[in-house]
């Protein structure tokens, strides 16, 4: 299962939130040292912001791993997804020019259907 989360992609992207994660907290302290200072309100704010946005970004990065571990590993694989089909109405009142571009229409998703299941075989 954890196997998952050690393809290519998915380690540059450890790599990249645990940077980013750091980097917040040194982005805090520097504001924390500018503030400290006299920098004012705004370096007070942004100490206390960028360790907040390091963890909101942790907490993100590990719900994102927690619904990766959960999801079905097949579900990626073709011929899974659930294709809901409904046939088109043919409009036969009112306009003839409409109805037949509608009956035009169903022909073609007809013969469009008629292609994908017999190249399914």
Not at 24 to 50: C, D, I, M, P, R
Not at 61 to 83: C, K, N, W
Not at 89 to 95: F, S
């Amino acid at each position: 299962m954890w196997y998952r989360l050690l393809t290519p992609k998915w380690v540059l992207l450890h790599l990249l939130v645990a940077a980013l994660f750091v980097a917040t907290f040194f982005l805090g302290y520097w504001q924390l040292t500018k503030a400290e200072a006299g920098g004012g309100a705004v370096n007070w704010s942004y100490a206390l912001q960028w360790p907040l946005y390091g963890a909101m970004g942790l907490w993100f990065y590990i719900r994102m791993v927690r619904d990766e571990l959960r999801r079905d590993p097949d579900e990626d694989l073709p011929g899974r997804a659930v294709v809901l089909y409904q046939r088109p109405r043919v409009d036969t009142t009112g306009d003839p020019e409409l109805a037949a571009y509608n009956a035009y229409l169903a022909e073609l998703n007809e013969r469009a259907l008629g292609q994908r299941s017999s190249s399914a075989r």
